[in-house]
């Protein structure tokens, strides 16, 4: 059993075991503390991983329009008995023309790598993958945490899935001239940013090219806090004014195109399970604006010297994600963020390999410590209806390239 999450029904399929005490309360504890000793040495890597990409989904039009567009052929072959063939719009996800340096499927991977590598610890997965590096012990120049810049662009180049990850990294290290601070502030941003436009790869290193002026660099650098945290919080609205904006203005690109806005107005608004997180997503909007009011309502009474530098950064967060909700799906590696994701919007189906775990399809504003209310419906029904469509879909596809009729794998 592979681990990977399925685009077109939103499924994950997960090759390790779901702990008893998970399936008692569910994933809350999970998403609040994926390292814990007690779901083992796998689920920590490979659930976050898949989940991430359900995020990525849920934030990027890119990713979204393209499955609206693998959702059309199948809405085609249910009403017209007819395969019709994929757009270029679909195979150029995954090619890498000369062009450009690596492609949009290689930087989604990138994307996730970078959040479990930051989440995980690059100590430990260079134990847990058996990398060697040959500097690990030098411990200057820190990230955060007790790993190094060494260690941290060595995982993100090695592994065994490095193929599938590694080129926009190295990419990026190569136009940095090896600022590892630069990258890890800024992928995160640009990132976010370019899964927004029609063109991400092109906005991506375009982003990442303007980020290396000179004046740039230094604005960043003297408002660095040694505080990766914090410090994603505090450039975010630099770094969208002085390099992402430009960036798309500069390539006459709209701003930012969510997988919501294409649930939204699109076709996958019939889709039985992506239309649920429309409503989904109105109940952590709504909390984070509440939790910030929580949050500032004695603040004009206290001198900012009378908080701590965790009281403060606290604060940043939480007030950044009721002004900019998106700054959530850009940071899922920010523990607050990941958090609020993992309950509000946890992935409708995922296959472990003792069991299938449905969420809920009606969110709670609140997460709770009690098991789970089974009174409540999952997403378990319309999932099992999905797969059936899917599964016959794509069998009409195999049995088309084989020249054979539609229906000969029914």
């Not at 499924?11 to 569910?26: C, H, R, T, V, Y």
């Not at 700054?327 to 409708?348: D, E, K, T, V």
Request: glycine share 4%; aromatic share 14%; net charge negative.
């Amino acid at each position: 059993m592979s681990n990977n999450f399925e685009y077109l029904n939103g499924a994950i399929n997960i090759s390790a075991p779901l702990p008893d005490i998970l399936q008692e309360k569910g994933l809350d504890a999970f998403y609040e503390n994926p390292n814990n000793a007690k779901w083992g040495d796998v689920l920590c890597r490979v659930l976050y991983h898949e989940s991430i990409h359900f995020w990525q989904f849920l934030a990027s039009g890119y990713i979204a329009n393209l499955i609206s567009e693998e959702w059309k052929r199948l809405d085609h072959f249910e009403q017209m008995n007819e395969i019709i063939p994929k757009s270029d719009f679909l195979k150029n996800f995954s090619q890498r023309p000369e062009d450009i340096p690596f492609s949009p499927y290689e930087l989604t991977e990138c994307w996730a790598r970078y959040w479990d590598v930051h989440t995980r610890s690059p100590a430990r997965i260079i134990q847990e993958e058996g990398i060697e590096i040959g500097e690990a012990k030098t411990y200057n120049n820190r990230l955060a945490g007790n790993y190094s810049w060494i260690e941290y662009d060595t995982i993100m180049q090695q592994g065994e899935d490095s193929h599938l990850y590694a080129q926009p990294y190295r990419w990026l290290l190569e136009k940095a001239s090896g600022n590892s601070y630069l990258i890890a502030l800024l992928f995160p941003v640009i990132t976010h940013a370019s899964f927004g436009s029609p063109d991400p790869v092109s906005v991506f290193t375009s982003c990442f090219e303007r980020a290396t002026e000179e004046d740039i660099i230094k604005e960043i650098m003297e408002h660095r806090s040694g505080n990766i945290n914090f410090d994603w919080i505090n450039s975010w609205t630099f770094a969208w004014d002085k390099i992402v904006l430009p960036t798309l203005e500069e390539k006459n690109l709209p701003g930012f195109t969510s997988g919501f806005d294409v649930i939204q107005r699109g076709t996958l608004g019939t889709h039985p399970i992506y239309r649920e997180y429309l409503e989904k997503a109105q109940v952590l909007w709504k909390f984070v604006k509440l939790a910030n009011m929580f949050d500032t309502s004695g603040e004009d009474q206290n001198d900012i010297s009378d908080y701590s530098m965790d009281e403060i950064e606290n604060h940043a967060i939480k007030e950044m994600a009721a002004n900019n909700p998106w700054i959530i799906f850009a940071l899922p590696g920010q523990p607050h963020y990941r958090n609020l994701l993992g309950h509000y919007l946890s992935p409708p189906i995922i296959s472990f390999k003792n069991i299938t775990y449905s969420t809920n399809k009606a969110t709670s504003m609140w997460e709770s410590k009690d098991k789970m209310d089974e009174t409540h419906e999952t997403f378990e029904s319309k999932a099992n209806e999905l797969e059936i469509r899917i599964r016959r879909f794509r069998a009409a596809e195999k049995a088309q390239s084989l020249g054979l009729p539609l229906n000969a794998f029914e």
